[in-house]
């Protein structure tokens, strides 16, 4: 595979549940990111990472959790979200840090919080 | 941080040319301009970025100003396939990447 993949493509859960999202790069990228996307919305970021450490995080509320093991993948833990969480949850790369560099977006995954 | 000013709207017939402009009058020294686009149901694309001169690749070409405070993404031949919404962003050389998206440019091609 190539390029930015994203599982799962679509994902409904309640507001209690914990589930997890996952994006993988294959791009040989040092630098990966997660936005959301609302309707009728710019583009948010929520997270920034370089080499695996956490460079970013632009006051995302703790029910959103980010781990970056190694370079390639990055997770989204998700748990006791809000109807309002619900969203396009976009995740890219970009082969480093700086506005020199173009990034790499996924296809996205849409979740919905019932 | 720097600003952009797209049109809402605009509309092509296929094959023919597209300018789709871009004001940025507050850009820095350090800031680049990136263009995106995003089909619906998609993510974004990056489509092509910038400095100071113009640049070409397979995509599109990208007309920059001589003042930096403009730009224009050309689309050389519109296809169907090339409906979608574009994004023209400033990204600064230092700052950790915060991608303000804003409204876009909303392109339509008919046949």
């Known amino acids: 595979e190539t390029g930015v993949t994203q599982t799962p493509r679509h994902l409904v859960m309640g507001m209690t549940n914990k589930k997890s999202l996952k994006c993988e790069q294959h791009?040989?990228?040092?630098?990966m990111y997660w936005y959301k996307q609302s309707a009728k919305k710019p583009l948010e970021l929520m997270f920034v990472?370089?080499?695996?450490?956490?460079?970013e995080n632009n006051s995302v509320p703790s029910r959103f959790s980010p781990e970056c093991p190694n370079s390639s993948h990055l997770f989204l833990h998700l748990h006791t979200l809000q109807p309002e969480d619900s969203a396009l949850y976009l995740c890219a790369s970009s082969q480093d840090l700086g506005g020199q560099y173009e990034q790499y977006f996924g296809p996205g995954t849409r979740l919905t919080v019932t | 941080d720097a600003k952009t000013t797209q049109p809402n709207s605009m509309e092509s017939n296929e094959e023919e040319p597209v300018h789709l402009p871009c004001n940025h009058s507050?850009?820095?020294?350090?800031?680049?301009i990136h263009w995106y686009r995003q089909l619906p149901s998609q993510g974004p694309e990056y489509v092509i970025h910038?400095?100071?001169s113009n640049v070409n690749n397979r995509m599109a070409s990208l007309a920059i100003a001589e003042d930096r405070k403009s730009s224009t993404l050309i689309l050389h031949r519109a296809t169907l396939r090339d409906a979608a919404v574009y994004y023209c962003?400033?990204?600064?050389?230092?700052?950790?990447?915060?991608?303000?998206f804003g409204a876009g440019t909303r392109l339509t091609v008919k046949p």
């Open positions: 962003i400033l990204r600064d050389w230092y700052n950790n990447n915060d991608m303000r």
């Open positions: 910038g400095l100071t």
């Open positions: 990472y370089s080499l695996e450490e956490r460079v």
């Open positions: 791009l040989g990228h040092n630098a």
């Open positions: 507050t850009i820095s020294g350090t800031d680049y």
